[in-house]
């Protein structure tokens, strides 16, 4: 059977959504239910426990704390570098006066600049 039409009532009376009002399926009320189709047949039924209020479902945190847990870095957020944190080798580091990027260009090649 439907109680749509109970179940938003319902929802009406204990400021809740829809999906939230939860109707017992026990078959000897079910025309009880049926027949409460006023805001007082609601609150009665309400107050028998026959409608309840079903509690908040929350975001479940089991995946963050599962990945914290196994020592995965969480992604980076707004304003984070992303990348390396430190340098692989210190013998790569291209502000050495002898790294490849700064030896000096053949002669009567343009250097790079602002055009």
Known sequence: MRFDYQRRLA???LGIGVNRVWITTDPKVQDDILDAITRDGIRNLIRKNIIQKRPVQGVSRASPRAR???GERPPAGAGEPQGRTER???SEDPLDPDHPRHAPSP???P???PD
């Open 68 to 70: 914290r847990a196994a």
């Open 107 to 109: 002669p009567g090649t």
């Open 111 to 113: 250097r790079p600049g």
């Open 11 to 13: 929802a009406s009376l």
């Open 88 to 90: 692989e080798d210190s």
